[in-house]
């Protein structure tokens, strides 16, 4: 039984977002555009939910990096994805 408890919960985490966008005040920015991005492929973009939080997994070929961006907000640098996860990103008006 404890051992379906821990598959259970390592199958739950694997579902959580991995990268969560807010603005400058905390607040969680839904329909962020999330692009998961390698050295040389972009994946499709990905959009935030009302939490701000969207699900990037480690693929093949590598992803190196994040470009996150929402309408009214200023361009972010690429985000390193190899940082702790969850990242958040931080959007300025």
């Known amino acids: 039984m404890r051992s379906l408890f821990g598959i259970l919960a390592l199958v739950c985490s694997s579902c959580s977002p991995t990268v969560f966008v807010v603005d ?3 607040i969680p920015i839904e329909d962020a555009k999330v692009v998961p991005m390698s050295r040389s ?3 499709p973009p990905k959009e935030t ?3 701000g939080g969207v ?3 480690q693929d093949l070929p590598t992803i190196d990096y994040l470009q996150v961006s929402k309408a009214g ?3 972010h640098p690429l985000v ?3 940082l702790p996860k969850p990242i958040t990103v931080v959007l300025k008006k």
């Open 55 to 57: 699900l990037v997994h």
């Open 41 to 43: 492929f972009n994946w």
């Open 80 to 82: 390193n994805f190899n």
């Open 73 to 75: 907000y200023r361009n």
């Open 49 to 51: 939910g009302k939490n």
């Open 24 to 26: 400058e005040a905390g």
